[in-house]
């Protein structure tokens, strides 16, 4: 794979590039991947907490930044010498970022890892260790905090149902959101405390082999940004590797720190959801689902179109409309 118009920043070569390994060997076993677009304060963040807190595994770190104008590359570069960077000069998106830096890497294990997190409590030592004694499963994840140390649920959800969406489209989800039969993608109330398999582990905290990353061929590139991790858990689900999550294995995870418009963001989920159900919907259902959408999309821009200015919710009511008018671009999927 050809790398975009980028420059490697070269490492110091007297700087450490990984914690011991314990086990006699040489060489890192794990490539932490970091994918940064105008997050300069919250990768160095992110980047103080891995290595402070990864203390058992042998790693690399590759940021690749997505041409980001806030100085996030010579920021980097200056704490951080240690690390692979890639300063990339156009804006490649999440999924072929990743791709690329996968497509170099060398190392048994590879991990995905978001610039708006905070490694928590050894967590990359403890999600490595869980996945080396869960060797069947093949992609693992972690729970997820916000800063307040309160539930991000955001770290793994089950796939889309016909269910799922009517739950959604009818506001069953809104109603009764801690109970599993009505908000079933995000698993009701489960607070992320204990061992269990999922559909989906999300993209801020992935762990997989890299031996499996390249079976499934790393993510569809058609997916620039959101459903990139759904896709390739479901792939590889289809394969029999059954993505699982672990409690003690815990992150602090912003969500969003790179999502300027809040409009913007819910066309481009729609857009993602609309191709994860072409893609991974029996044929005949896809249709169903796809209407679905289109009802949930109209129903909530004509009930804020009447209620947003009297609730003062226009904020609500300006991104729901914003998705309503681009109902045509997102349901034809990527």
């Known amino acids: 794979m050809t790398l975009p118009p980028s420059e490697v920043v070269p490492k110091a070569s007297h700087a450490p590039d990984r914690a011991p390994k314990t086990d006699g060997s040489d060489g890192p076993e794990l490539t932490v991947i970091v994918v940064s677009y105008n997050t300069r304060d919250l990768t ?41 960077l890639i300063a990339s000069q156009d804006n490649v998106g999440f999924a072929k970022a990743n791709n690329l830096v996968a497509a170099e890497a060398r190392t048994e294990w590879i991990l995905l890892l978001n610039p708006d997190t905070e490694v928590q409590n050894g967590a990359v030592d403890r999600l490595m260790a869980f996945a080396k004694a869960h060797p069947e499963n093949g992609i693992y994840g972690g729970r997820t905090v916000f800063p307040d140390g309160s539930l991000n649920i955001a770290s793994c959800w089950q796939r889309i149902t016909p269910w799922s969406l009517v739950c959604s489209t009818f506001g069953l ?66 394969k029999g590797w059954q993505p699982i999550v672990t409690p003690d294995a815990q992150i602090m995870h912003i969500v969003g720190a790179a999502s300027k418009s809040q409009g913007g963001k819910k066309v481009l989920l729609a857009r993602a959801r609309a191709t994860l159900i072409r893609d991974h919907w029996p044929a005949a259902l896809v249709p169903l689902g796809l209407g679905l959408m289109w009802l949930w999309a109209g129903l909530r821009a004509g009930v804020l179109s009447v209620l947003g200015p009297l609730t003062g919710r226009r904020v609500a009511q300006e991104a729901w409309q914003m998705v309503w008018r681009a109902r045509k671009i997102w349901m034809k999927g990527y």
């Open 173 to 238: 989800t809104a109603l009764f959101p801690k109970t599993e039969l009505f908000h079933p993608e995000a698993m009701g109330g489960w607070q992320r405390d204990s061992v269990r398999e999922v559909d989906i582990v999300v993209g801020c905290f992935m762990l997989m082999k890299r031996s499996l990353w390249e079976d499934l061929g790393g993510f569809d590139l058609r997916y620039f940004m959101y459903g990139e991790e759904a896709d390739l858990c479901l792939r590889a689900a289809a």
């Open 44 to 84: 160095l963040a992110a980047l103080r907490t891995l290595y402070a807190e990864t203390c058992q595994t042998a790693f690399r770190t590759v940021v690749f930044d997505n041409a980001s104008e806030d100085g996030s590359v010579a920021a980097i570069a200056a704490e951080f010498p240690q690390v692979e």
